[in-house]
């Protein structure tokens, strides 16, 4: 499982590609360009959605890849989370789970400014 650190109120951006393995392939290939529709992370008590429009969680411009700034999730509380990708295309409307995350949220802090 692929570990990602979030640091609260923290704007770095993570990035996932977003890859797959076609049948009787044994090498992973990224998704072909604009096929994903939609992509929801649920971690704790957070639900991130694509559609919501929101910069904090959306694909790329040529959805391939999610852009993610986990940090700036509203409310956000230290502490360890399972986090589930489910991926959406035109031929799967409800949804591919796609993959699990351990998801590290920490303080980060600052000298004040």
């Known amino acids: ?3 990602i650190t979030v640091y609260i109120s923290r704007d770095n951006t ?3 590609l977003l890859e797959y393995k076609p049948k009787g392939n044994a090498a992973y290939e990224t998704v072909p360009i604009n096929t994903v529709t939609r ?3 649920r971690f704790g008590d957070y639900c991130l959605d694509t559609n ?3 910069p ?3 694909l790329t411009e040529n959805g391939t890849e ?3 700034r986990l940090g700036l999730v509203p409310n956000l509380v230290a502490g360890n989370y399972i ?3 489910t991926i959406y295309d035109g031929t799967h409307p409800e949804g591919i789970p796609w993959q699990a995350y351990e998801i590290w949220v920490e303080n980060w802090d600052v000298c004040p400014i």
Request: net charge neutral.
């Open 39 to 41: 992509a929801i992370l």
């Open 1 to 3: 499982m692929e570990q």
């Open 83 to 85: 986090g589930k990708l």
């Open 66 to 68: 999610l852009a993610m």
């Open 14 to 16: 993570q990035t996932v």
């Open 52 to 54: 919501n429009g929101d």
């Open 56 to 58: 904090i969680f959306k």
